[in-house]
């Protein structure tokens, strides 16, 4: 398994914080990569695919290293409440509960069979009333209004 603390600490450019922050922080997050490996490799997905997955999720580290720094102590909680509003009001509730149901089901089925249906689900909710609000609606540069079809 890849040693995720000495990786983040490569890859992550976090400045020095007070306090020792920076250490937490890079502690913290390569305990849940290992985490999430580890779940990965318990479900019987090979180690290569397992670290993919789990770089997958972090995505680029520069913009994993801005995300972490956004959220000062204290902050975390509001800064969380701001992104939950921002996701209700630009993203269609159909599309929210696909994502949320997808999400779940994919950490107990294979990249390809996650695929099909990642695909299958997209031309399907392309031909929604919903998608077609969001696309009206950000040609016209004013809020969706969602029917939740």
């Given amino acids: 398994m890849r040693d995720w603390k000495k990786w983040l600490l490569q890859n992550l450019e976090l400045p020095t914080m007070a306090n020792g922050r920076d250490n937490r922080i890079i502690e913290e997050l390569a305990d849940h990569l290992e985490d999430m490996q580890g779940e ?50 630009d993203i269609s509730p159909g599309s929210l509960r696909e994502t949320k149901r997808q999400i779940y089901t994919d950490q107990h089925r294979d990249a390809a069979a996650a695929v099909r249906q990642a695909n299958d689900l997209l031309e399907r909710m392309t031909t929604a009333e919903d998608f077609r609000e969001a696309v009206v609606a950000r040609r016209e540069k004013r809020s969706p209004r969602w029917t939740d079809r």
């Fill in 40 to 89: 990965a490799l318990a479900r019987g997905t090979g180690e290569a695919e397992a670290e993919a997955q789990v770089l997958a999720w972090l995505g680029d580290p520069a913009e994993a290293a801005k995300e972490l720094l956004r959220c000062e102590p204290g902050e975390l909680l509001p800064h969380t409440h701001a992104y939950a509003r921002q996701l209700a009001d």
